[in-house]
């Protein structure tokens, strides 16, 4: 990978949480915050980060992180319109050649795989890079290249804000996930999904 390449990493974590009782963000695991472990799977590929969240999280995600890691809302003509809001947030906050994009509720999600999708990214010059499991698009994971802008902003402004619709109109790289990847895209819904996902991994160091 090019190391004059500018790489940002946008976390994801305005969502209401509605199906787990509490915001997602703040959940804990192993002592740390599911928002901290995004942090992690982007830190090794990104220059800066820029965690996309509400208001009322703000003072607490900030009192936590990291000073590398700069902690943003909607910006205000958005606000609230899901997640092409809060990378369009993201992108016009922090200058970058690439994007590296993670939602708050995979705690398990792997560094390795944004490695992977960055270097499609660049040997294969495509606008998005986004993994696909079972059939199934995770447009909320993978690497957005800055020409994505501008067709971002005309989404919004016509009120589209299916992240999906926007890859339609990219050069989009979809990879298929292995085997040995899935585990990384399990995310947590639920605090039941959570318990799941501590008594597996429990289950697995014994």
């Known amino acids: 990978m090019d190391s004059s390449v500018i790489c940002a990493g946008i976390v994801l974590a305005g969502g209401e949480s509605r199906r787990f009782g509490s915001p997602k963000a703040l959940a804990e695991w192993n002592n740390k915050t599911f928002v901290e472990y995004s942090v992690e799977s982007l830190t090794p590929y990104t220059d800066v980060i820029l965690v996309i969240s509400r208001e009322e999280l ?7 992180s990291s000073k590398s890691i700069r902690i943003l809302e909607d910006v205000p003509r958005y606000k609230g319109k899901g997640p092409l809001a809060g990378i369009y947030t993201g992108m016009i906050s922090q200058k970058a050649d690439y994007y590296l994009i993670a939602p708050c509720d995979m705690p398990l999600m792997s560094s ?11 040997e294969g010059e495509y606008d998005c890079v986004i993994p696909v499991l ?3 698009i995770y447009p909320l994971n993978g690497v957005y290249k800055k020409t994505c802008l501008p067709d971002i902003t005309s989404c919004l402004q016509e009120n589209i804000f299916k992240v999906l619709k926007l890859l339609q109109k990219k050069n989009t790289k979809y990879i298929e996930v292995e ?4 585990h990384f895209f399990k995310n947590v819904n639920t605090t039941n999904e959570l318990i799941g ?5 429990a289950n697995e160091s014994v």
Not at 112 to 122: D, G
Not at 179 to 182: G, H, T
């Open 179 to 182: 085997e040995e990847e899935e």
């Open 134 to 136: 079972n059939e199934k």
């Open 197 to 201: 996902i501590i008594e597996e991994a």
């Open 112 to 122: 390795s795989m944004y490695r992977k999708w960055l270097t499609a990214a660049q």
């Open 58 to 64: 703000r003072y607490t995600l900030t009192k936590n």
